[in-house]
């Protein structure tokens, strides 16, 4: 087959993958008697899961309807992300998850945990509280104490043993992944791409919804074959995509449609911060998971004392991307991701930065407003607007 | 000499204004006119610290409430929080309208829109150091990165505290330890000493305020309420969180000011409002609004009063002053657990169930009112356990949206009507 052919046809089934809570591949796992914890956010030290022997699958309403079931548990002041996870989750789209582990990544999803505990009453749910800030050994120390609480809170309910042979083998497993992702996005930091925005966010999400030893293996053959395809020569721009959770493979396809090809980004759940960093293997581990959940791993707004090193992190994409301009995504009522908006207007200001801001509910489906957002900031860059 | 931002001076002024609005009956009467007066005093106080502080370009600390500002007070530092003087003051100035104009998101809480615009505004003197909390909510945390893009505010050394999200001896251990951490900071950018026994002195003050502050909550237990709807968790939170130079024998006396007129008015049997009806509680912050705006009409219209609020909610432990480690640690302790809105924000739902527990049946509530501030994005996520509750209870609930810091989100007469059709399903009619 041809290798551009091969290439689609991995990226088109790892999109399949992503296109329902409750995927073929998780399904075959679970009847093979595996089980699941479904994860919250970023912040959980998935490595922890996995030398446990349990399948870590990040939680995504995708193709969620409505948010009736929400209603009475959140009010507006509550975010459509965590509204369209307890519907669902309300629904029995996350019924196949053997339990749930989440941290308090922010005021909303900490809420949605402890409605989902407390009303849906999952099997087993452990909170685990991830600092505030990034800082000194007292914060890596706290966070290490509490990896050592998942990690003991799993043994006793699941009843496993998680040694440090196993947790070892789990590190070395993900870091292979976060290798093998760093090296896709590297390739797409040339001319001509060799896939698009919308393709390289479904392989980032379907390594969150598949056994990571066959992910691991796709990813090896799409990162070879990738180094010897023509690639993308058919856009106008090149933008960077700045954002937290997003997930819609649609809002992306949106924007490339219009000629913004996405070649880099900045984003936390299924983009390069998540896989931009490796876990070291000497001395202890948990504190080494600590220190690189913690303090390695690009940050994001809800780590106080992150902002100028956030911005250096993304002009650095940028700029190793050859991007053109910079899209900034948020969910509303997020004050996390709101006021990075409002500080990062500063620096585009500053730096007179290409930049569109655009703002997406958690169930994209403002198609035609997002192209002809987009569509006017592509002429803006084309025609030498700024 | 420096200047101050000319709206310290111009606060001095406002408080100047209440103070001689409340001179002649206070020597009269005493009485509720009296604390008041002192209420402006004491205001009128800080800020004039405030302007001293700037003109003798002596280090400013910049503060929020879950600090422990014991701390500060026993270094010899001036602190602030930057939002303190902007909220009182509301009514005399357009903060609203030009917060309004800036870029701040219309989906955030006013008081962090009000913090950054001030900053920006130039309306908030520029503190040498900045002591930031995390807690209890999301934009805090990116209310203190903002003000590092805010021109002039761009290198000032700043902590900001972890806050734990448990509530045992550990969690406070850990807060209690970023404390230290604090003080070897602020003695590095200030230059100013901790100077533990002065730390003592002030604990135990603080100490007999919060028992003052108990006595007061008791008598307002009582029916009827002998201050009018929210007064004294506006003066209890003002005094002792915003306004306070902690140690300050002066606020102390005012607590018991506070807690000797509510116990005589108790004793007497007298109650702020004269046929009082309704017992409402305020299930939130006071906010700069509910009290001054809301407060009367309800008294007038229906003879409800809202007894407290959160902002009143203080079970306050003792403090152990036996060394400087139990100090730091009852400190810890206030500062995660007991301050109010921290305490009911932080962590589990189970803080904020229980308190809305114990206050409607200690204070003989008829019915919560849970005004869903659009910053509380964390208790939005508690109206179904509230609810569940209050139907336990027995109890009738009102919810609605607003902002408790922005009067213009939920206007007080579309409030009103609301209020006015929850009153008439539960049959409570207007007075006349
Ligand atoms: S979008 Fe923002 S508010 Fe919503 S869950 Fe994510 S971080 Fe929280
Ligand atoms: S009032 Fe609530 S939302 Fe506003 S700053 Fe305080 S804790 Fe945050």
Same mark, same amino acid.
């Given at each position: 087959? #041809?290798?551009?052919?091969?290439? !689609?046809?991995?990226?088109?089934?790892? !999109?399949?993958?992503?296109?329902?809570?409750?995927?073929?591949?998780?399904?075959?796992?679970?009847?093979?008697?595996?089980?699941?914890?479904?994860?919250?956010?970023?912040?959980?030290?998935?490595?922890?899961?996995?030398?446990?022997?349990?399948?870590?699958?990040?939680?995504?309403? /995708?193709?969620?309807?409505?948010?009736?079931?929400?209603?009475?548990?959140?009010?507006?002041?509550?975010?459509?992300?965590?509204?369209?996870?307890?519907?669902?989750?309300?629904?029995?789209?996350?019924?196949?998850?053997?339990?749930?582990?989440?941290?308090?990544?922010?005021?909303?999803?900490?809420?949605?945990?402890?409605?989902?505990?407390?009303?849906?009453?999952?099997?087993?749910?452990?909170?685990?509280?991830?600092?505030?800030?990034?800082? #000194? #050994?007292?914060?890596?120390?706290?966070?290490?104490?509490?990896?050592?609480? @998942?990690?003991?809170?799993?043994?006793?309910?699941?009843? /496993?043993?998680?040694?440090?042979?196993?947790?070892?083998?789990?590190?070395?497993?993900?870091? !292979?992944?976060?290798?093998?992702?760093?090296?896709?996005?590297?390739?797409?930091?040339?001319?001509?791409?060799?896939?698009?925005?919308?393709?390289?966010?479904?392989?980032?999400?379907?390594?969150?919804?598949?056994?990571?030893?066959?992910?691991?293996?796709?990813?090896?053959?799409?990162?070879?074959?990738?180094?010897?395809?023509?690639?993308?020569?058919?856009?106008? /721009?090149?933008? /960077?995509?700045?954002?937290?959770?997003?997930?819609?493979?649609?809002?992306?396809?949106?924007?490339?449609?219009?000629?913004?090809?996405?070649?880099?980004?900045?984003?936390?759940?299924?983009?390069?911060?998540?896989?931009?960093?490796?876990?070291?293997?000497?001395?202890?581990?948990?504190?080494? @998971?600590?220190?690189?959940?913690?303090?390695?791993?690009?940050?994001?707004?809800?780590?106080?004392?992150?902002?100028?090193?956030?911005?250096?992190?993304?002009?650095?994409?940028?700029?190793?991307?050859?991007?053109?301009?910079?899209?900034?995504?948020?969910?509303?009522?997020?004050?996390?991701?709101?006021?990075?908006?409002?500080?990062?207007?500063?620096?585009?200001?500053?730096? #007179?930065?290409?930049?569109?801001?655009?703002?997406?509910?958690?169930?994209?489906?403002?198609?035609?407003?997002? !192209?002809?957002?987009?569509?006017?900031?592509?002429?803006?860059?084309?025609?030498?607007?700024? | 000499?420096?200047?101050?931002?000319?709206?310290?001076?111009?606060?001095?002024?406002?408080?100047?204004?209440?103070?001689?609005? +409340?001179?002649?009956?206070?020597?009269?009467?005493?009485?509720?006119?009296?604390?008041?007066?002192?209420?402006? =005093?004491?205001?009128?106080?800080?800020?004039?610290?405030?302007?001293?502080?700037?003109? $003798?370009?002596?280090?400013?600390?910049?503060?929020?409430?879950?600090?422990?500002?014991?701390?500060?007070?026993? &270094?010899?530092? +001036?602190?602030?929080?930057?939002?303190?003087?902007?909220?009182?003051?509301?009514?005399?100035?357009?903060?609203?309208?030009? &917060?309004?104009?800036?870029?701040?998101?219309?989906?955030?809480?006013?008081?962090? %829109?009000?913090?950054?615009?001030?900053? %920006?505004?130039?309306?908030?003197?520029?503190?040498?150091?900045?002591?930031?909390?995390?807690?209890?909510?999301?934009?805090?945390?990116?209310?203190?990165?903002?003000?590092?893009?805010?021109?002039?505010?761009?290198?000032?050394?700043?902590?900001?505290?972890?806050?734990?999200?448990?509530?045992?001896?550990?969690?406070?251990?850990?807060?209690?330890?970023?404390?230290?951490?604090?003080?070897?900071?602020?003695?590095?950018? +200030?230059?100013?000493?901790?100077?533990?026994?002065?730390? %003592?002195?002030?604990?135990?003050?603080?100490?007999?305020?919060?028992?003052?502050?108990?006595?007061?909550?008791?008598?307002?237990?009582?029916?009827?309420?002998?201050?009018?709807?929210?007064?004294?968790?506006?003066?209890?939170?003002?005094?002792?969180?915003?306004?306070?130079?902690?140690?300050?024998?002066?606020? +102390?006396?005012?607590?018991?000011?506070?807690?000797?007129?509510?116990?005589?008015?108790?004793?007497?049997? *007298?109650?702020?409002?004269?046929?009082?009806?309704? =017992? *409402?509680?305020?299930?939130?912050?006071?906010?700069?609004?509910?009290?001054?705006?809301?407060?009367?009409?309800?008294?007038?219209?229906?003879?409800?009063?809202?007894? $407290?609020?959160?902002?009143?909610?203080?079970?306050?432990?003792? *403090?152990?002053?036996?060394?400087?480690?139990?100090?730091?640690?009852?400190?810890?302790?206030?500062?995660?657990?007991?301050?109010?809105?921290?305490?009911?924000? %932080?962590?589990?739902?189970?803080?904020?169930?229980?308190?809305?527990?114990? &206050?409607?049946?200690?204070?003989?509530?008829?019915?919560?009112?849970?005004? $869903?501030?659009?910053?509380?994005?964390?208790?939005?996520?508690?109206?179904?356990?509230?609810?569940?509750?209050? =139907?336990?209870?027995?109890?009738?609930?009102?919810?609605?949206?607003?902002?408790?810091?922005?009067?213009?989100?939920?206007?007080?007469?579309?409030?009103?009507?609301?209020?006015?059709?929850?009153?008439?399903?539960?049959?409570?009619?207007?007075?006349?």
């Amino acid at each position: 087959m #041809d290798k551009a052919m091969r290439v !689609r046809e991995i990226c088109d089934s790892f !999109r399949e993958l992503c296109s329902v809570p409750y995927n073929e591949s998780l399904q075959s796992y679970k009847n093979d008697g595996g089980l699941i914890i479904g994860v919250l956010y970023n912040q959980v030290p998935e490595e922890i899961l996995t030398a446990a022997g349990i399948l870590p699958v990040r939680i995504r309403a /995708v193709g969620s309807q409505g948010t009736e079931a929400s209603d009475a548990r959140f009010t507006q002041v509550n975010c459509s992300l965590v509204k369209h996870f307890y519907d669902s989750a309300a629904k029995g789209r996350f019924d196949f998850i053997d339990g749930l582990v989440a941290t308090n990544g922010c005021d909303h999803v900490r809420k949605l945990h402890e409605n989902w505990t407390s009303v849906l009453k999952p099997a087993y749910s452990h909170l685990l509280c991830f600092p505030k800030r990034q800082g #000194d #050994d007292l914060q890596v120390t706290q966070l290490a104490k509490e990896i050592k609480k @998942l990690k003991e809170s799993i043994e006793a309910h699941f009843g /496993v043993e998680i040694t440090d042979e196993a947790l070892r083998e789990a590190i070395k497993l993900h870091n !292979r992944t976060r290798e093998l992702q760093c090296a896709l996005y590297e390739l797409r930091k040339g001319e001509n791409p060799p896939i698009t925005g919308a393709q390289m966010l479904a392989v980032m999400m379907a390594g969150t919804c598949m056994p990571r030893e066959a992910y691991n293996a796709q990813l090896e053959e799409l990162v070879a074959l990738c180094q010897d395809v023509e690639g993308i020569s058919d856009y106008k /721009v090149r933008v /960077v995509v700045y954002g937290g959770e997003i997930d819609s493979i649609d809002f992306f396809e949106a924007i490339e449609s219009q000629g913004a090809l996405i070649v880099a980004d900045s984003l936390g759940g299924y983009g390069k911060r998540s896989a931009d960093m490796q876990i070291s293997l000497e001395g202890d581990l948990y504190t080494n @998971l600590a220190n690189a959940y913690l303090m390695e791993r690009p940050a994001e707004p809800r780590l106080h004392g992150t902002r100028a090193a956030r911005w250096e992190y993304l002009e650095k994409v940028a700029e190793e991307a050859n991007a053109d301009g910079f899209i900034q995504v948020f969910i509303p009522i997020c004050d996390l991701w709101g006021y990075e908006r409002v500080m990062f207007a500063t620096e585009v200001e500053k730096k #007179d930065l290409n930049c569109l801001v655009l703002d997406t509910e958690y169930i994209f489906t403002a198609s035609g407003q997002t !192209r002809t957002r987009v569509q006017a900031f592509v002429e803006s860059i084309t025609e030498g607007g700024r | 000499m420096a200047k101050a931002p000319e709206r310290l001076y111009q606060y001095a002024e406002v408080f100047k204004g209440g103070m001689a609005m +409340t001179a002649e009956p206070a020597e009269a009467v005493g009485g509720i006119p009296k604390i008041m007066h002192e209420n402006f =005093r004491l205001a009128l106080k800080h800020v004039n610290r405030l302007i001293e502080t700037v003109e $003798n370009d002596e280090p400013l600390v910049s503060e929020w409430y879950g600090n422990t500002c014991e701390i500060y007070a026993a &270094m010899d530092l +001036t602190h602030f929080c930057p939002v303190d003087l902007i909220i009182p003051t509301r009514p005399f100035f357009d903060s609203i309208d030009r &917060m309004h104009e800036d870029d701040t998101p219309a989906d955030s809480c006013a008081l962090i %829109r009000l913090a950054v615009w001030g900053a %920006r505004a130039g309306i908030i003197p520029v503190p040498t150091v900045v002591t930031g909390m995390l807690e209890p909510c999301d934009a805090q945390s990116l209310m203190h990165e903002a003000w590092e893009t805010v021109p002039g505010w761009e290198n000032i050394p700043t902590i900001s505290l972890d806050p734990p999200y448990g509530y045992g001896d550990e969690d406070i251990q850990y807060f209690a330890d970023q404390l230290k951490r604090e003080i070897d900071f602020l003695e590095e950018h +200030t230059g100013h000493k901790m100077d533990w026994d002065e730390l %003592r002195r002030i604990c135990e003050e603080t100490n007999k305020i919060n028992s003052y502050w108990d006595d007061v909550n008791h008598c307002l237990m009582q029916k009827p309420c002998p201050f009018h709807s929210l007064q004294a968790a506006e003066w209890g939170w003002t005094q002792a969180l915003h306004v306070n130079w902690p140690g300050d024998p002066e606020v +102390t006396e005012f607590f018991k000011l506070m807690a000797e007129t509510a116990a005589d008015m108790v004793e007497k049997g *007298i109650g702020a409002v004269e046929n009082e009806q309704v =017992r *409402i509680l305020w299930a939130d912050l006071n906010g700069s609004w509910a009290e001054a705006e809301l407060g009367p009409w309800l008294e007038e219209t229906y003879g409800a009063v809202m007894v $407290n609020s959160f902002a009143g909610r203080t079970p306050y432990s003792v *403090i152990d002053t036996s060394t400087p480690e139990s100090m730091l640690f009852g400190l810890a302790r206030k500062g995660i657990n007991e301050v109010p809105m921290i305490r009911q924000a %932080r962590g589990t739902v189970d803080t904020f169930l229980q308190d809305v527990k114990d &206050m409607c049946r200690d204070y003989q509530i008829d019915c919560v009112f849970f005004p $869903n501030h659009k910053g509380h994005k964390d208790q939005g996520g508690n109206i179904g356990y509230l609810r569940e509750l209050c =139907r336990e209870m027995e109890m009738p609930l009102l919810t609605f949206s607003s902002d408790i810091f922005d009067p213009t989100f939920l206007p007080i007469d579309e409030l009103k009507r609301i209020i006015a059709t929850f009153f008439e399903a539960q049959g409570w009619k207007p007075l006349k």
